[in-house]
């Protein structure tokens, strides 16, 4: 019975991966913080211990990917001290050497599938994808020990291959000394509340934290406990309860629910991946700080952005900066444009060719891409500006990418690229251009509507509609001369069109996930059809009173986690404090009963988060 016991703990299920929302997780943390707290200030053993902790823990997540982990760790402990023992070219080469390596293991489990189908789309030849590491270790073996039959993306490899090329940059540009003790860099590379979802952790900001003494205040553990309990809340109350009891259903089958149950499917899967990912990431904080370690925030209130670009400043924010620093900057930034931005325009207007199949595309791609490179080439005056939209739309795109190769998410990227750009021409504009283009274009969509009736056509009618009257009252209100600023209508104004434009946009995203690269783009485009056509046909508003109230629980809860996700941030920040500054047994009396009330919407399996998938 006892060894039955030890085999269930010290061994992997993939059903059953350890998750910060499970009792076993916190059984987990209560011993290894007992443990940590033995080693006082002695830093060495203390990140020894963390280190191989959070490769358990991460061997319980993802089973024997844990040996690519290892790889990942020793290669770059490896090129960072290679890194700061050579001058000149030395580094420079060094640094590539570590950039190839790194983001090539990283291409090869993401897109391996990718890569195999293209070089058959072009040349006809049938490339067999085998798992290479799969093979090395069963010739380290012995014996087949591993089945090399189908790669399987690491949970979190992309979050700890960040962090790793993080750490080879900083110590190349010297912001950040190399650490000299792999055990240490182990924990930096390892820690486990952020391995396998982030946020992603700088090496400038995180590294010098490994070598401090431990240190927590009163108010500070009470601010982790709290941070514990939003993120449970946020997790298990309104993301899993929205996916399991509604949106999940809907994406599966979007031609058996009617067009207001999948706008309002749509719409909560917006707050529900919101809710999965900035819920992992307050635990991953709390825990962390518990042990006395400060991780980045990675969520503000994204929904409270005025535009697109605020979206992304607010947005998993660690990723958003990581792209800003080691890809928008590189690429030439607001500056100029570099070769790496002309080389990013020709691939991915390959990329988008061959995930479509159709030569109408390509050529439309292409001609697109030489079309804004010539543009760029030989109109100075406008030079700055188009670069600076380039390299963004560029970053959105490789953004998109990042998440799968598919069609899907190279539209969701695109799409979000899209309306940066367009926020920025239309905030340069005066009220009556801004009137004239959008009315436009809704009288644009009307007359095609009109000729063409379609669902889709139907829909941007009935937003550009909305934008047009706002647009207009706008005008109206400056034309008549009235001295007082509406600021809180015209922001509340802007929150909104920025919420449904990025709702709109997560309907490729989530589309898409959870599939087989393989069949990622036609099930996707089907999906995203289907609610498009259902959603933009017209609706029997007899029926709509009827249906809100057989899914009435959805849509009260997601209105309750708008309201609490638009509250002011100086009200969330004195209710923070003020669970902090709470004497100890009433903020234990308060945990017991947050976690009783939490529990109660447990579904009957949990659900992994949204994010371990990338």
């Given at each position: 019975m006892i060894i039955e016991f030890l085999k269930n703990i010290f061994s992997f299920n993939a059903n059953s991966p350890l998750l910060f929302t499970?009792?076993?997780?916190?059984?987990?943390?209560?011993?290894?913080?007992?443990?940590?707290?033995?080693?006082?200030?002695?830093?060495?053993?203390?990140?020894?211990?963390?280190?191989?902790?959070?490769?358990?823990?991460?061997?319980?997540?993802?089973?024997?990917?844990?040996?690519?982990?290892?790889?990942?760790?020793?290669?770059?402990?490896?090129?960072?001290?290679?890194?700061?023992?050579?001058?000149?070219?030395q580094r420079a080469l060094l640094l590539l050497v570590g950039l190839i390596l790194n983001l090539g293991i990283l291409c090869y489990f993401k897109y391996a599938y990718f890569f195999a189908d293209m070089i058959f789309n072009l040349v006809g030849l049938q490339i067999p994808v085998v798992n290479v590491f799969a093979e090395i270790g069963n010739v380290v073996a012995g014996k087949d020990c591993f089945s090399v039959d189908k790669i399987i993306l690491p949970v979190g490899i992309s979050f700890y291959t960040f962090q790793c090329i993080s750490y080879i940059m900083d110590v190349y540009r010297n912001k950040v000394a190399p650490v000299s003790n792999v055990l240490n860099f182990g924990f930096y590379v390892t820690f486990f509340p952020q391995l396998v979802a982030g946020p992603i952790?700088?090496?400038?900001?995180?590294?010098?934290?490994?070598?401090?003494?431990?240190?927590?205040?009163?108010?500070?553990?009470?601010?982790?406990?709290?941070?514990?309990?939003?993120?449970?809340?946020?997790?298990?109350?309104?993301?899993?309860?929205?996916?399991?009891?509604?949106?999940?259903?809907?994406?599966?089958?979007?031609?058996?629910?009617?067009?207001?149950?999948?706008?309002v499917a749509l719409f909560a899967y917006s707050l529900q991946v919101y809710a999965d990912f900035s819920g992992y990431?307050?635990?991953?904080?709390?825990?962390?700080?518990?042990?006395?370690?400060y991780l980045p925030k990675n969520f503000n209130s994204p929904y409270k952005a005025t535009n697109p670009g605020e979206f992304w400043k607010?947005?998993?924010?660690?990723?958003?900066?990581?792209?800003?620093?080691?890809?928008?900057?590189?690429?030439?930034?607001?500056?100029?444009?570099?070769?790496?931005?002309?080389?990013?325009?020709?691939?991915?207007?390959?990329?988008?060719?061959?995930?479509?199949?159709?030569?109408?595309?390509?050529?439309?791609?292409?001609?697109?891409?030489?079309?804004?490179?010539?543009?760029?080439?030989?109109?100075?005056?406008?030079k700055k500006s188009l670069v600076s939209n380039m390299n963004r739309m560029n970053t959105m795109l490789l953004g998109g990418l990042w998440h799968g190769a598919s069609w899907n998410f190279m539209i969701w990227g695109g799409l979000n690229g899209i309306g940066m750009i367009i926020f920025r021409f239309w905030k340069e504009w005066d009220h009556p251009l801004r009137l004239l283009t959008i009315g436009i274009i809704t009288f644009g969509f009307y007359k095609l509507a009109e000729f063409f009736p379609m669902p889709v056509l139907n829909i941007a009618l009935v937003w550009s509609g909305a934008i047009c009257l706002g647009t207009f009252l706008r005008f109206m209100y400056n034309f008549i001369g009235w001295k007082n600023p509406l600021l809180w209508?015209?922001?509340?104004?802007?929150?909104?069109?920025?919420?449904?434009?990025?709702?709109?946009?997560?309907?490729?995203?989530?589309?898409?996930?959870?599939?087989?690269?393989?069949?990622?783009?036609?099930?996707?485009?089907?999906?995203?059809?289907?609610?498009?056509n259902q959603i933009g046909t017209p609706w029997n508003l007899e029926q709509v009173p009827e249906i809100a109230r057989s899914c009435e629980n959805i849509l009260i809860l997601f209105v309750l986690g708008m309201i609490v996700h638009w509250l002011p941030e100086n009200l969330k920040r004195r209710y923070r404090i003020s669970f902090a500054k709470l004497p100890l047994p009433l903020m234990a009396i308060a945990t017991v009963f947050v976690v009783f009330v939490v529990y109660q919407f447990v579904t009957a399996d949990l659900q992994k988060f949204i994010y371990f998938q990338f």
């Open positions: 499970q009792f076993y997780f916190w059984a987990f943390f209560a011993i290894v913080f007992a443990v940590f707290s033995l080693f006082g200030n002695k830093t060495l053993l203390r990140n020894s211990f963390i280190f191989f902790v959070s490769i358990f823990f991460y061997y319980k997540t993802s089973g024997l990917a844990v040996l690519i982990l290892f790889f990942a760790t020793f290669l770059n402990f490896i090129i960072g001290l290679s890194i700061s023992k050579k001058d000149g070219k952790v700088r090496a400038a900001d995180f590294i010098p934290q490994i070598y401090k003494k431990y240190f927590l205040s009163r108010r500070q553990f009470g601010i982790a406990v709290f941070w514990i309990l939003n993120g449970l809340a946020k997790k298990i109350i309104l993301s899993d309860y929205l996916a399991v009891n509604f949106v999940d259903r809907v994406f599966e089958n979007p031609l058996l629910y009617t067009g207001f149950e999948n706008l990431t307050d635990i991953a904080i709390g825990v962390a700080m518990i042990m006395g370690f607010r947005w998993h924010i660690s990723l958003s900066k990581w792209l800003q620093d080691y890809l928008y900057i590189p690429l030439g930034g607001n500056r100029n444009a570099s070769f790496g931005t002309y080389a990013c325009i020709i691939t991915i207007a390959l990329i988008g060719t061959i995930l479509s199949g159709s030569i109408w595309v390509a050529v439309a791609l292409l001609s697109i891409a030489l079309i804004v490179t010539i543009y760029c080439r030989k109109s100075l005056d406008k209508l015209e922001r509340s104004w802007a929150v909104l069109q920025t919420f449904v434009f990025i709702t709109w946009t997560r309907l490729f995203f989530r589309a898409g996930s959870n599939l087989d690269p393989a069949e990622a783009n036609e099930v996707a485009w089907n999906t995203a059809k289907n609610m498009v």
